[in-house]
């Protein structure tokens, strides 16, 4: 699914998250403001979100809100977004700048198969027991992000939720 949003729907769903989070609600009028976009524009894009059943308008209110699917695709989102700016910034040596606008327009591209050999590899370059991966100067694995303590891209993907707190509030 995650390869089927294109670039617009992402950020859709992103800003629909970040406004339930910041503001405690999302409305037609602060998604376009925030993307600096007409109403029009935007509720037309909402309409395809709407079809693919990520995102939902409470009946009493208008606001908007991510469905459970809608969650899960952010979440996704979000941990290919980390992974990918590890992977530029500690891998690749890309500056942070850079690193964080690059991994915002990869993320979403990530097909599924993809996604978890890229967490195995990222798994394996952040390991202090890997023995053909990168080290530092100091002999530390090369990649900041310490992702040990999971088994698969789901629980990172499933920790990085709780971490983010991205259960919308209802």
Partial sequence: MQNDLSHSMVHYLLTIHKLKEVKGYARVTDIAKDLGLTKGSVSTA??????????????????????????????KILSSRVLLFHFLQ?????????????????????????????????KDQSSENCSTCGRNELGRAISELDLSDFESAESFVENQAAELNLVDKK
């Fill in 46 to 75: 909402l309409n395809n979100l709407k079809k693919k059943d990520l995102v939902k308008e409470e009946e009493d209110s208008k606001f908007l809100r991510l469905t459970d699917r809608g969650h899960r695709e952010v979440h």
């Fill in 90 to 122: 500690d891998i690749l040596k890309v500056s942070p700048e850079v690193a964080a606008n690059d991994a915002c327009m990869m993320e979403h591209l990530m097909s599924e198969e993809t996604r978890q050999n890229f967490f195995r590899f990222m």
